[in-house]
């Protein structure tokens, strides 16, 4: 029962952003901490960037394996 594509496509960066939010509310160090890989907020950044950039590449394969295909 997974949700669809429209859907994650909005909750994911409103997710990603209220974990951000969670984690500059709640640590004293939050842009220092944003570096180390324990931290919330690593995740609370690096989440909104991977999605992007996994479709992409996703849709560039796709695309690649279509044009093969058809030459």
């Known amino acids: 029962l997974l949700p ?7 909750l994911v960066p409103f997710l990603s952003l209220a974990g951000l939010f969670y984690s500059a509310s709640v640590d004293e160090t939050f842009p220092q901490g944003c570096t180390s890989t324990n931290s919330l907020c690593f995740y609370s950044l690096l989440l ?24």
Do not use: A, D, E, Q
């Not at 909104?48 to 690649?64: K, R, S």
């Open 4 to 10: 669809s594509l429209p859907t994650l496509t909005v």
């Open 48 to 71: 909104p960037v991977t999605i992007p950039v996994y479709v992409f590449f996703h849709l560039w394969t796709w695309m690649g394996i279509k044009l093969f295909r058809h030459n």
